[in-house]
Structures are given as C-alpha cells and as structure tokens.
C-alpha cells in the first residue's frame, strides 16, 4: 500500500478552484490531500470544502495525511481567539478486511474530538446546585466529575476518519467549527466577556509541554514547594497571567504527584503483557511496534514528543549515531539509542530501540518508520551523518531512510581492549605497548595490508599474556576482519563523537544498573519504564537547566560535561610535550597543580593515559586534549583513521574510475574537502574556531589529523 501513497502537497488556489466543486460525499476521493509545511497547522490552514447529501450533508471536509492528525488537533488547540482543549469523545476501530464492499468514506478508525469547554453547560449550575433540577447530561457521560467547572456549552467539534480504502489519509469532517454555545453566541476565549481575567479566556488544560515540565521536575527530585515557587517567578517574570499555563495550581502538581508516586512499571504480571498494555496507553511515544511470533522477533521503537524535537533540532544538518547492543549480558532483549549532539557536543538520546534480536539484523524495519515520522514534522530535515558503532550494520539501509553518508565510530572497540588489557595485564609498560599495537591491527598500519599477518605478530610478539590472548580470540578475533574491511571503506568518526558517546554510555549505565533494580533487569517493561520516565527526565532537566538558569544546584555534576569539552578548558602551558621524543607526554592536573599525568603514545587514538579516569577504561580529557595540540603544532604522526582515510584517497588517484562523470565528481569533492579543512585551520589557528560547527564539521572525519564532525 506504501508504494501507491499519492504525494502530499499544500494546496494551491487552483487546487481549491477544482475540490470547491465537489457536490457529493462520493467524491472525497478527488479532493488534493493537504499537508500545510508548518509544525503545527489549524483549520485557518486548509482549504474547507462544504460537502452536499448523505450523512455528513452540510458539513465542511478535508483530507490530510493520517500522520499529521495530531499536528491538526495542537494547532485547532492553540486558536488565538478560542484557545481549546480537545479531548476524544468517542472512538471507534474496525481490521483490515472486515467489509467486503467498502463505502468511500469508511473508516478504518473514527475518532470524534469534542472542544472540552462542552458540550455542558455549568455555568449557571452553581446557583442551581441541591434544587434537583440538574439532569444528567444528553451526551450520556454523567457529570464528567472534575470538569464541571469548564463546562460551558461550546458545541465547536470535529470528527477524523481514518479511510479505509486509503489507510494513510485522514478525512476531517468539521461539524461546527465555531466556539460558540446553543445561542450561537461565543462561550469562552477573549471573545467571550464573561471569560475576561478568567481561565476560561484560555485553554481548559496546561499544556504537553507544562506537563512534561512538571512531571520531569518531579522525577528529577525537586519538591513540591520548589515548584509552585519556580512557576511563580516565571509567571512573574513575563508580567502577569498570559495563558493557561500560567493558572498551575498546587492542586495540579499533587495530582501529577500522586501519578509519579503512584506510577508501576508492572501493568501486569506477564512481562509481555504489561509491554502491550503500555505501547496501547502510549501509542504517540512508539514510531515501531513488532510483537513477537514464530517467524518474527520482537521490536519496540520508542521516541517521546520532547526527544523528536531534539532530534529535529540537533540532527539536520548535524550527525546521528548509534549506540548499540547495551546490556547484551544483564538486559532481557539488549538496548539501542540513537543520539544526536548538541552545541556543547554531548550526546541527548533521540530514539530507543528494544529488540530481541541483534539491532543490525532488523534495522530495515524500523529506521524507514523513523525517517517517515521525522519528516512529517520536518520536510526538509536532513543529517549530515550516521555514525554506526557496529561493523555489521546494513550502511545501505541508512542511506535510504536518512539520505546521508555514514560513519565508522571505534569507541566501542577501544573502550573493550583498553579495559581488559588493564584488568588480565598488571604490566603499565606492556599494556600501553599491546594497546598501541591492537592500534595498528584495527587500522592496518603495520604488516602490509593482511589483517591475519598482524594478528598472527601480535600473538606471537605477547604470546606470554595468556589471560588476554585468551580473551581476544574468543571475543574479537573473529568479527576482526570485518571491522579492519570497514574501516577501510568507511570514514572513521574522531574523538570528539566518541568521547560523547561513552558519556552516554557511562550515565546509562550507572542509572539503570543500580543493585536495588536486580531483579527487574530481565523485565522489558521495568527497562521501557525506566527509560522514559527517571532516565528520559535527566535529559530534559539538564537542558532545561542549562538554557534557563534553573535549578543549577539540582543538576548532576557528574555528568555535567563530556571528555572533549573538559580538554578545550585545558590550557596549552599545562601540556608538556617532547617534540624530539614523541613517546609521551605530561599533562598537569588542573586541581592539583603538583600532580602531572602522563601519556604514552600522545596524538594518537589509542594513546594511554595514567589518570584515575583513564585507569579505569575511560577516554580521558588529557589523551584529547594532546591529540589536539599534537595536531595544531604538528608535531605527531596522522591519527589512524587519518592515516587510512588519506590511503584510500591515494588509491582512488592511482586507479582512478573509468567513468569520467565519477571521476569528476570525486575531484570536486576533494577539492571542497581540502578548502573546507584549510578554512577552519586558519580559524582555530587564530581562535575564531566555535566548539560546534555542525554543517561543515561534518565533512570532514578521517580526512584531517584532528578531525571533527
């Protein structure tokens, strides 16, 4: 069905000129499908065609993509004249296949949305309340307890249908799209006199974006109290009541309080039932949902309203990269994050992705579902790069869904040998030689181009390290050869993402496993809880906290900034550098001005450092911030992967294509290539160079000696 979807546009005055003459309900399929560009769009956005005959008579239509129904439900949400509320009155669902002779507006879902200052009408209950004259509303909801006091006759509503010849378009049909009561005069909004300094002059509900705020705030810690007085002086802070939002009541906290306090990732005792019983409550949180059968693993794609915003804003024209195969030996069915970087380059996670099988094995499943849920949003939105940390990865899949190039990221590998030499290998002197020696291995650096060659040296050259050889057989040995094939024919990501993604990597891990959460790790429902509600909490706050000033004191300052960003605070006078013997270096502590750490193998990749941090596995702030003055003075060998990248180039110009067009093609790319490198050479040389350039860093991984993306 996909492959027949009709290609959506906004619609032009000529389009309307031909769907205003559309006389009957049978003919709604010749309506053009209307997909306003905007966010968010409201019914001012559409061209309304008034339908004649059958049931919906006298009632104005249109057709939008099913997509997009949510962005039409926010911006009828935010009328400026009427700003509403609405809330689904009723839905109905049917299967594929159910109706044998379809009519042209079945539907394979119904959903009517009703404004929620009505249908009502309690305005004048009060006076009117224990004198048994109340009678229980036509709708038959009862008395709707808890909304009374919003009730107000406002008949505005609409209904969408969800056609079920055409699954992905969405039929409005707007049955009164005015806010006004049964005298046809306006019920709430600025409209409305009697609503003037009242709440009912705004929306009937704080809005998503208050709710995720508060809720977050509460997951975080912060109490009640610290709450109602933030709201207040932010209130304060633009002059007075201006919306809803501004209305936040302490009742309205302890209730999302309660819901906080109350809230159980167990929705039942069968974990495969509590995860379906979770994606029905939170549909508009999974872009991919694949139960498990016989033939098919289970897949569960998890992205919340607030991460689609980042990934919007941090991923076009920036990078995406994946962290995958978490907890593979602690979790049921292991973790995979996608993450984008934002200006201060740490890693925010934009999407989750729960599957009982390996990531890479079902990636085409869904990463199109993901691409197509960011583009409704953003037509235009595109990444510069798709950084994969597993060899294995089908790269074709990803150009397809995201229409980037895509990026070997190493730090995986890295971070694996690095703490295993450290823990089978109590030799400082031989681990930084083996280190250094897996180095050439991974890139091919040494022993001509036959990766068994340098294998079969390494082994024989530490043959006493039994422990480690070991290890590195069983575990590396054989996947070896298709990480070396692709880093020869993948560019290979820098430090700078790396250190990123190993700061994600440790705060993940140190939030979800906590001994006090043993028992649940097997559980996929405790990880899909923890994830969006604790853990997903952490990330908003930081930002929140950063961009606003808030609540300083309450963020995290472990996790405050990743390596990269630590080593640009490092000043150059506190690096000592032998350029007439580059074995290593000395960096001076920046808290203990008589300490001074050194570094073996300085500028290089798989440089080994002999600080706390670098002892314990990590890539440290002193082995980046050498590499990067190695780099500015020129004083060291190429890193690895620029010595790989430089030898593709040099091999491209020794056997160059056949095809003239090819050729062409790949001369002007690296002639942009060494323009866009000289260009920010001369910016960091002078130091104009800002730590985030996302549209032009991107061009340049593997190719400069310190590349950045």
Same mark, same amino acid.
């Given at each position: 069905?996909?492959?027949?979807?009709?290609?959506?546009?906004?619609?032009?005055?000529?389009?309307?000129?031909?769907?205003?003459?559309?006389?009957?309900?049978?003919?709604?399929?010749?309506?053009?499908?209307?997909?306003?560009?905007?966010?968010?769009?409201?019914?001012?956005?559409?061209?309304?065609?008034?339908?004649?005959?059958?049931?919906?008579?006298?009632?104005?239509?249109?057709?939008?993509?099913?997509?997009?129904?949510?962005?039409?439900?926010?911006?009828?949400?935010?009328?400026?004249?009427?700003?509403?509320?609405?809330?689904?009155?009723?839905?109905?669902?049917? %299967?594929?296949? %159910?109706?044998?002779?379809?009519?042209?507006?079945?539907?394979?879902?119904?959903?009517?949305?009703?404004?929620?200052?009505?249908?009502?009408?309690?305005?004048?209950?009060?006076?009117?309340?224990?004198?048994?004259?109340?009678?229980?509303?036509?709708?038959?909801?009862? *008395?709707?307890?808890?909304?009374?006091?919003?009730?107000?006759?406002?008949?505005?509503?609409?209904?969408?249908?969800?056609?079920?010849?055409?699954?992905?378009?969405?039929?409005?049909?707007?049955?009164?799209?005015?806010?006004?009561?049964?005298?046809?005069?306006?019920?709430?909004?600025?409209?409305?006199?009697?609503?003037?300094?009242?709440?009912?002059?705004?929306?009937?509900?704080?809005?998503?974006?208050?709710?995720?705020?508060?809720?977050?705030?509460?997951?975080?810690?912060?109490?009640?109290?610290?709450?109602?007085?933030?709201?207040?002086?932010?209130?304060?802070?633009? #002059?007075?009541?201006?919306?809803?939002?501004?209305?936040?009541?302490?009742?309205?906290?302890?209730?999302?309080?309660?819901?906080?306090?109350?809230?159980?990732?167990?929705?039942?005792?069968?974990?495969?039932?509590?995860?379906?019983?979770?994606?029905?409550?939170?549909?508009?949180?999974?872009?991919?949902?694949?139960?498990?059968?016989?033939?098919?693993?289970?897949?569960?794609?998890?992205?919340?309203?607030?991460?689609?915003?980042?990934?919007?804003?941090?991923?076009? %024209? #920036? *990078?995406?990269?994946?962290?995958?195969?978490?907890?593979?030996?602690?979790?049921?069915?292991?973790?995979?994050?996608?993450?984008?970087?934002?200006?201060?380059?740490?890693?925010?996670?934009?999407?989750?992705?729960?599957? *009982?099988?390996?990531?890479?094995?079902?990636?085409?499943?869904?990463?199109?579902?993901?691409?197509?849920?960011?583009?409704?949003?953003?037509?235009?939105?595109?990444?510069?790069?798709?950084?994969?940390?597993?060899?294995?990865?089908?790269?074709?899949?990803?150009?397809?869904?995201?229409?980037?190039?895509?990026?070997?990221?190493?730090?995986?590998?890295?971070?694996?040998?690095?703490?295993?030499?450290?823990?089978?290998?109590?030799?400082?002197?031989?681990?930084?030689?083996?280190?250094?020696?897996?180095?050439?291995?991974?890139?091919?650096?040494?022993?001509?181009?036959?990766?068994?060659?340098?294998?079969?040296?390494?082994?024989?050259?530490?043959?006493?390290?039994?422990?480690?050889?070991?290890?590195?057989?069983?575990?590396?040995?054989?996947?070896?050869?298709?990480?070396?094939?692709?880093?020869?024919?993948?560019?290979?990501?820098?430090?700078?993402?790396?250190?990123?993604?190993?700061?994600?990597?440790?705060?993940?891990?140190?939030?979800?496993?906590?001994?006090?959460?043993?028992?649940?790790?097997?559980?996929?429902?405790?990880?899909?809880?923890?994830?969006?509600?604790?853990?997903?909490?952490?990330?908003?706050?930081?930002?929140?906290?950063?961009?606003?000033?808030?609540?300083?004191?309450?963020?995290?300052?472990?996790?405050?900034?990743?390596?990269?960003?630590?080593?640009?605070?490092?000043?150059?006078?506190?690096?000592?550098?032998?350029?007439?013997?580059?074995?290593?270096?000395?960096?001076?502590?920046?808290?203990?001005?008589?300490?001074?750490?050194?570094?073996?193998?300085?500028? %290089?990749?798989?440089?080994?450092?002999?600080?706390?941090?670098?002892?314990?596995?990590?890539?440290?702030?002193?082995?980046?911030?050498?590499?990067?003055?190695?780099?500015?003075?020129?004083?060291?060998?190429?890193?690895?992967?620029?010595?790989?990248?430089?030898?593709?180039?040099?091999?491209?110009?020794?056997?160059?294509?056949?095809?003239?067009?090819?050729?062409?093609?790949?001369?002007?790319?690296?002639?942009?290539?060494?323009?866009?490198?000289?260009?920010?050479?001369?910016?960091?040389?002078?130091?104009?160079?800002?730590?985030?350039?996302?549209?032009?860093?991107?061009?340049?991984?593997?190719?400069?000696?310190?590349?950045?993306?």
């Amino acid at each position: 069905m996909k492959g027949h979807e009709p290609k959506t546009a906004y619609v032009s005055d000529n389009d309307y000129s031909l769907c205003s003459r559309v006389p009957r309900m049978e003919d709604i399929l010749s309506l053009p499908v209307q997909d306003p560009p905007c966010a968010e769009f409201s019914a001012a956005h559409i061209k309304w065609v008034k339908v004649e005959g059958g049931r919906q008579g006298g009632d104005d239509i249109a057709l939008i993509p099913f997509p997009r129904v949510d962005d039409f439900v926010r911006g009828e949400s935010s009328n400026a004249e009427c700003p509403a509320s609405f809330r689904i009155e009723s839905r109905r669902k049917r %299967s594929e296949g %159910s109706i044998s002779k379809p009519r042209v507006d079945c539907y394979l879902e119904y959903t009517l949305y009703w404004c929620s200052y009505g249908p009502e009408d309690y305005r004048d209950s009060e006076s009117t309340m224990g004198d048994g004259s109340h009678t229980k509303p036509a709708t038959g909801k009862g *008395s709707r307890p808890g909304r009374r006091h919003m009730m107000r006759g406002c008949l505005c509503h609409f209904t969408v249908k969800r056609l079920y010849t055409r699954p992905f378009l969405a039929l409005i049909i707007y049955n009164q799209r005015k806010h006004v009561d049964k005298t046809g005069a306006p019920c709430h909004g600025i409209l409305d006199v009697d609503a003037v300094g009242t709440r009912a002059m705004y929306a009937p509900r704080i809005s998503e974006e208050l709710r995720q705020k508060v809720m977050s705030l509460l997951y975080i810690g912060i109490s009640l109290d610290n709450i109602i007085q933030h709201h207040a002086e932010v209130v304060q802070g633009h #002059g007075g009541p201006l919306n809803r939002d501004d209305f936040l009541t302490r009742n309205d906290v302890r209730n999302m309080e309660r819901i906080v306090r109350n809230s159980s990732y167990k929705l039942h005792a069968d974990d495969e039932f509590s995860v379906r019983m979770w994606v029905q409550r939170h549909q508009k949180h999974v872009f991919f949902f694949q139960d498990m059968s016989s033939t098919e693993p289970f897949i569960l794609g998890i992205q919340t309203d607030w991460q689609l915003q980042q990934m919007i804003r941090y991923g076009h %024209s #920036g *990078s995406v990269a994946s962290h995958s195969t978490f907890g593979l030996k602690k979790l049921k069915y292991p973790l995979c994050t996608l993450l984008v970087f934002d200006s201060s380059q740490n890693a925010i996670p934009v999407a989750w992705i729960i599957t *009982s099988s390996f990531v890479t094995q079902d990636i085409n499943k869904w990463i199109g579902s993901l691409a197509e849920r960011i583009r409704s949003k953003d037509p235009s939105w595109r990444p510069n790069a798709f950084l994969v940390d597993d060899p294995s990865f089908d790269i074709s899949f990803i150009r397809v869904a995201f229409q980037c190039r895509s990026l070997l990221c190493t730090w995986h590998v890295r971070r694996a040998w690095m703490r295993s030499l450290l823990k089978k290998c109590c030799n400082i002197d031989v681990q930084r030689e083996m280190f250094k020696h897996l180095g050439w291995i991974l890139y091919s650096t040494r022993s001509g181009s036959n990766a068994d060659d340098a294998v079969e040296e390494f082994m024989q050259v530490y043959v006493d390290q039994c422990i480690f050889m070991d290890y590195f057989k069983r575990r590396w040995l054989p996947y070896i050869e298709l990480w070396i094939n692709s880093i020869r024919s993948l560019p290979v990501a820098s430090m700078e993402p790396q250190a990123a993604i190993e700061f994600y990597h440790l705060r993940l891990k140190s939030k979800l496993f906590d001994q006090q959460h043993a028992n649940s790790y097997t559980r996929i429902d405790w990880l899909i809880h923890t994830l969006t509600t604790g853990f997903h909490s952490l990330y908003w706050f930081d930002q929140y906290s950063a961009e606003t000033g808030y609540f300083t004191n309450a963020r995290d300052k472990s996790f405050l900034t990743n390596a990269w960003y630590q080593a640009l605070q490092i000043p150059d006078v506190d690096v000592i550098l032998d350029e007439q013997n580059l074995q290593l270096a000395k960096v001076i502590s920046q808290t203990n001005r008589s300490l001074a750490y050194t570094l073996w193998n300085p500028g %290089s990749e798989f440089s080994l450092c002999d600080c706390p941090w670098s002892r314990q596995g990590n890539l440290c702030k002193h082995v980046i911030k050498v590499a990067i003055l190695c780099k500015n003075q020129q004083v060291a060998r190429p890193l690895l992967a620029s010595q790989v990248y430089r030898q593709a180039l040099l091999t491209l110009l020794q056997n160059p294509p056949d095809d003239p067009l090819v050729l062409e093609h790949a001369i002007l790319r690296v002639s942009r290539l060494q323009q866009d490198i000289k260009g920010l050479e001369d910016l960091s040389n002078n130091g104009s160079l800002q730590p985030s350039m996302p549209e032009m860093n991107s061009q340049l991984e593997g190719f400069s000696i310190w590349p950045r993306f």
